[in-house]
T-cell receptor, first 117, second 112 residues
């Protein structure tokens, strides 16, 4: 399977702990996005990378959140000192360079579901 | 005002019904528009792009009205398998830093 993969698929943690999610995009995709989705809501944008550069970061992303994409391939999203309000599905998506494929078509991974107790 | 707003739903329709979803967007400079489908506890997947002239894919028809800043999705002869959440999404423009903004989604249940 050469789609977007995310790990772990499920994470249960206690409030105050740190968690890290990993995303491996489709290999030829240079753009990578992180979204967060809670029940009954659409995906909310968190941050966006083009290659290794983090080009945009949502105001939703507090200082406890950090994302990296060190070599322009996989990406990690870390949440420090988790709070119950962080419980959500964290979706990673990738897309090819501009001019290739359908503009705006994101290929999503299956998500990492976080539960903070 | 939210960047993208959708009919709140949920919609419950019988098989064979025609159902329409509407979505409005606030950024008049937006250039690309999409409908995504999301099955329960699954990731969103692109259903169709929305073009200015309107476009059709089988039972699905998408329309764009730039003047009124809304897009619509029409599903004809609905099937049980159409039950899902439908997300509209807007892409501002093809530049670095662009990101897809989603609406909250409209849930559709097609009943036998």
């Amino acid at each position: 399977d050469t789609g977007v993969s995310q790990d772990p698929r499920h994470k249960i943690t206690k409030r105050g702990q740190n968690v890290t999610f990993r995303c491996d995009p489709i290999s030829e995709h240079n753009r990578l996005y992180w979204y967060r989705q809670t029940l009954g809501q659409g995906p909310e944008f968190l941050t966006y990378f083009q290659n290794e550069a983090q080009l945009e970061k949502s105001r939703l992303l507090s200082d406890r959140f950090s994302a990296e994409r060190p070599k322009g391939s996989f990406s990690t999203l870390e949440i420090q000192r988790t709070e119950q309000g962080d419980s959500a599905m964290y979706l990673c998506a990738s897309s090819p360079p501009f001019g290739q494929g359908i503009t705006g078509e994101l290929f999503f991974g299956e998500g990492s579901r976080l539960t903070v107790l | 005002r939210k960047e993208v707003e959708q009919d709140p739903g949920p919609f419950n329709v019988p098989e064979g019904a025609t159902v329409a979803f509407n979505c409005t967007y606030s950024n008049s400079a937006s250039q690309s528009f999409f409908w995504y489908r999301q099955d329960c506890r699954k990731e969103p997947k692109l259903l169709m792009s929305v073009y200015s002239s309107g476009n059709e894919d089988g039972r699905f028809t998408a329309q764009l009205n730039r003047a009124s800043q809304y897009i619509s999705l029409l599903i004809r002869d609905s099937k049980l398998s159409d039950s899902a959440t439908y997300l509209c999404a807007v892409f501002p423009k093809e530049t670095s830093g662009s990101r897809l903004t989603f609406g909250e989604g409209t849930q559709l249940t097609v009943n036998p």
